[in-house]
């Protein structure tokens, strides 16, 4: 017999879409979200920021990481294009994981700002499909 009050597992938030978006990634939970991720089929793109120097380095970590095809123009246009398309990634769902942010958001307010502003409207679109699309932002610093 379940608990009224029980939290859903993982993947079950995961794959609700009226739920996704961008959020805070609770300490010590990418590896489960990752694995709550594959469990479900999605895509999950696990970018580490720590000593990420400037916009140019965000990009290519993103790009790298969420396999951009060559066409990727290294800036926001092609970054909102890309994550907007992830034709080469046909899962139903993607995760990202954002990790050791908070040195950058901290040196690159503006560049953190506009990155978090394209996945809040990349969730948007794609909920739209009936895909979620979750960003996860760890705000921490490597130690």
Known sequence: MSMPNAPKPLTAVLADVTRAGVRPLPPGSATRLAEAAAQLGFSCARIDLDGCEDKAALLARIAAALRFPDWFGQNWDALADCLGDLS?????????????????????????????????ETAESWAREQVAFWAFIDLSTAE
């Open 88 to 120: 080469w990634l046909p899962t139903p769902g993607h995760v990202v994981l954002l990790e050791h942010a908070g040195e950058f958001r901290e040196r690159h307010r503006e560049d953190f700002e506009t990155t978090l502003s394209i996945l809040r």
